[in-house]
């Protein structure tokens, strides 16, 4: 029976929300143990809520902990900790060092090459593009499968993504609810960034929908972090409706915690395959994607009422940031995903769900397989 427990998971911010319903695995089989995780310190206010974990331990891998020296200072305050069980959920040197000289007294999940004979069990990671088509599973399925194989779990306890916020950002964003949008709105939240250009939809064609959704009485909220205003700014100039009260822009100027609770109270997101797009799964909101360059089977939106669009271009997924083909061709698998095509079912999920905001909503239980058009 594990006692202490390190689960290891630094990378971005979908990839963290993917992670927690292996924590949440872990608490229904330890209970009595404490459970640690570690991450990126920009992203510790979005899981260190979580409910099933004790404790959320941060690695500044920019700052502090930045450099060789620095990571193995950092090592030898894991040793210090001495946990029982590391569980590393992130294949790439940091994390596998990490795990490895950990002093845990057993090493489990994934590892680079270099690191394996430190581990006591390694697994592949199953959602990454070197996985063979026939093996290819989900991220979070991946996560359990490490749970029931190496660490002998009995019970796999998954409820879905999910996500606990921080008192303050409720507050915050109860706050700019009130003063930017109203108690009585509809809003449809937009996320067209992403960090790949090959993840991106057409900001003309974000711009179209906008406009529909606000002649039928919607509000729009703009979200995504600061990287992101350029593309807003652009996508609003094409709008016919730019100059409309219903539209909010909150691109850059909130947190991520913030981010999350406004999407709690929205009541669909047509977003991007990105990182916020996971946090509306955690945070209950119905969601239509679209998807490029990502393989769908394993980082599709984690939830069973959720759209995903795709076209049949034989160079998908590609993994590629930015892509390579000319003319016509550049970018074909999001220009040939038609606005007509995407509002169909933004309100077909509108209609099925009454336009209801996120947190008004049961959370489905047990179906997680989103619903995947593929034109």
């Not at 593009?129 to 979070?140: E, G, R």
């Not at 759209?307 to 993994?319: A, D, F, N, Q």
Request: hydrophobic share 40%.
């Amino acid at each position: 029976m594990y006692q202490n427990i390190l689960v290891i998971n630094t990378m971005h911010i979908g990839d963290l929300m993917l992670v927690t319903p292996a924590l949440r695995t872990l608490r229904t089989n330890y209970p009595q143990a404490h459970i640690a995780l570690l991450t990126d310190k920009p992203l510790g206010d979005l899981v260190r809520c979580n409910q099933n974990i004790d404790e959320c331990i941060l690695i500044d891998k920019h700052g502090r902990d930045k450099g060789l020296l620095a990571l193995l200072r950092f090592i030898h305050k894991i040793r210090r900790r001495h946990f029982d069980l590391v569980i590393n959920f992130h294949r790439n040197e940091r994390a596998s060092a990490i795990a490895a000289f950990s002093g845990g007294k057993r090493i489990v999940g994934y590892s680079q090459p270099g690191f394996k004979r430190f581990f006591d069990q390694v697994l592949p990671n199953c959602a990454m593009a070197d996985t063979p088509q026939d093996k290819v599973k989900h991220q979070v399925l991946c996560h359990l499968d490490v749970l029931r194989e190496a660490v002998g779990v009995k019970t796999i306890d998954d409820r879905g993504l999910e996500m606990w916020l921080p008192p303050e950002a409720e507050a915050e964003t109860q706050r700019l609810w009130q003063k930017e949008i109203g108690p009585d709105a509809k809003v449809v939240a937009f996320n067209i960034g992403a960090s790949w250009l090959t993840k991106r939809w057409l900001d003309s064609y974000f711009a179209a929908c906008a406009d529909r959704l606000i002649r039928r009485g919607y509000d729009i909220a703009f979200l995504g972090g600061p990287t992101d205003v350029p593309i807003v700014d652009k996508c609003v100039a094409q709008m016919e409706e730019r100059e409309s009260p219903r539209i909010h822009i909150f691109t850059g100027k909130v947190s991520l915690t913030v981010l999350a609770g406004l999407l709690r109270r929205c009541c669909l997101f047509l977003t991007t395959d990105s990182g916020p797009m996971h946090v509306g799964v955690a945070m209950n909101v119905p969601i239509v994607t679209m998807f490029g360059a990502s393989p769908v089977p394993t980082f599709y939106p984690y939830d069973g009422r959720d759209v995903l669009i795709k076209t049949p271009e034989k160079c998908h997924p590609c993994g590629i940031h930015e892509c390579p083909r000319k003319g016509k061709d550049n970018m074909a698998c999001m220009k040939n995903i038609p606005v007509d095509v995407v509002m169909k079912y933004v309100d077909e999920l509108l209609a099925a769900y009454h336009g209801e905001p996120a947190y008004k909503l049961s959370r489905p239980q047990g179906q997680y397989q989103c619903r995947v058009v593929e034109l």
